[in-house]
């Protein structure tokens, strides 16, 4: 059956009491599906559709709803047995993922409610720092010995595949729990009963610590085209293994924070309809005073030549066409660098090669623009040839310079530790804005003598 309904059809049903013919399309229906149409109705409908979900699916819905207020409001409303039963049918990284953001009444309820195992295991993830390989891992896999026949393999699988997030992938541990290697579940199914794993199982696999950034763990999951990764503690035992789905969610996160950074925004864990004003306000008006405070050196630099102004009052009509382009040419130099440094192919050793790529560049791009810029002025402008000399000529110098400052700063940032994505597009443009004038202003002092 396909699923089609929409909210006014359910609301529709519900007021008819067609709880059969509702039950009949979710239980159809996919678990993502239902979680985002959950999110279009009022609480308290919401509850309604929820509490008639099949079993089966009732908690895979739950973990994909992103509305915490929601998941929050279903736990305060559900009784202990629901409660229970709904827990016992997430996966523990799920379950951490929804406690993380729960006010304390609802993670006490849902601890309360949880085996004391559970429990143990609940509270030992949640004291992983956050944005951790650790609090990010889940202990629902499948884990073979040393010396393990494939038939022996095959039986543990079956015995525990309904319990673990993943069985396309499953591990090889020694006596102490140790990581020895990898075993997919196609080279199972083609080895003979009688094979060991030790034979056919993959040494020496990637794995990371649990108190590695989740930045580190997304990757490197990129880097070698993994659909899970192993984790380990410090005496490297292996204590769970990370997911591709939790990777995907820790890129998407990751991106939207460099792209709020690089638009000078303080980064929001929150739905924009559902950021309050104010709170949006907050997270942008740091950095507004930061650029409006720095550009204070741009003004400075204007009042210092504010003779040469006055002598050749023409020039004052092309800076703004050099700030703009020396930002845009910083912009897209810092851009690429920062996109390199996200994905790994530039580290802070390769800084005098992107240097030195970047002033080739920019070279070329300044040869360009400031050929076209000479015969613009010379074709439609009445300032004359020596104007449109030292306007090209400090446009020139600012496309190399802005390359420069461009692919240099996120390096820098990254060296002292700071996220590169803060030298974007805003604060690059400032600095580059300062720079481009006071060469402009430098050159036509010299060249035209004033």
């Keep these: 059956m396909e699923f089609n309904l929409t909210v006014d059809q359910i609301n529709d049903l519900i007021e008819k009491n067609e709880w059969g013919i509702l039950r009949n399309y979710l239980a159809e229906a996919n678990p993502v599906d239902i979680a985002l149409l959950l999110e279009e109705l009022d609480n308290d409908k919401m509850l309604l559709v929820f509490r008639i979900l099949p079993k089966d699916i009732s908690a895979d819905v739950f973990s994909y709803m992103e509305d915490t207020e929601q998941q929050a409001h279903v736990v305060e409303s559900i009784s202990n047995h ?37 429990r143990k295991l609940i ?40 319990d673990s997030e993943m069985i396309s992938t499953c591990f090889v541990v020694d006596e102490r729990r140790h990581l020895q290697g990898i075993v997919e579940l196609r080279q199972l199914i083609l080895a003979e009963d009688d094979a060991i794993i030790d034979n056919i199982m993959e040494d020496t696999p990637l794995c990371v610590n649990t108190l590695d950034d989740q930045e580190y763990v997304a990757s490197q999951t990129q880097k070698y085209d993994l659909t899970s990764v192993p984790v380990t ?60 405070l720095s550009a204070t050196f741009t003004g400075r630099i204007i009042q210092h030549y504010n003779d040469l102004l006055q002598s050749a009052i023409v020039l004052a009509a092309y800076y703004p066409m050099l700030m703009n382009t020396g930002g845009n040419c910083g912009s897209q130099a810092s851009t690429m660098v920062i996109r390199g440094m996200a994905l790994g192919e530039i580290e802070w050793r390769d800084i005098f090669r992107v240097q030195w790529k970047e002033l080739r560049v920019g070279f070329v791009c300044a040869l360009v623009l400031s050929a076209v810029n000479f015969l613009r002025i010379l074709i439609f402008e009445p300032a004359g040839a020596t104007i449109a000399f030292v306007v090209s000529i400090s446009l020139f110098a600012t496309v190399i310079l802005s390359k420069f400052i461009g692919c240099t700063m996120p390096l820098l940032a990254k060296k002292v530790r700071l996220d590169p994505a803060l030298m974007a597009s805003p604060l690059i443009t400032t600095i580059v804005d300062a720079c481009s004038l006071a060469l402009y202003f430098f050159i036509a002092t010299k060249l035209l003598a004033l």
Excluded: C
Excluded at 82 to 105: C, G, K, Q, S, Y
Excluded at 133 to 144: D, H, N, R, V, Y
């Design 82 to 118: 629901e409660v229970r039963a709904l827990i016992d049918d997430l996966f523990l990284d799920d379950t951490v993922d929804f406690l993380e953001e729960m006010p304390a009444n609802v993670v006490t309820k849902v601890l309360r409610n949880t085996n004391e195992t559970t």
């Design 233 to 292: 503690d410090k005496e490297g035992r292996l204590v769970g293994i990370i997911t591709i789905d939790d990777v995907v969610d820790v890129i998407e996160e990751e991106n939207t924070e460099d792209f709020e950074k690089m638009a000078a925004m303080q980064p929001s864990e929150e739905e924009y309809l559902k950021t309050g004003v104010f709170s949006m306000a907050k997270n942008r008006i740091v950095w507004l005073l930061v650029l409006m």
């Design 123 to 162: 509270n030992q993830f949640l004291k992983y720092p956050d944005n951790s390989a650790g609090s990010l891992m889940t202990i629902e896999f499948i884990q073979f010995r040393l010396g393990w026949t494939v038939r022996r393999a095959m039986d543990h699988l079956r015995a525990n595949a309904t």
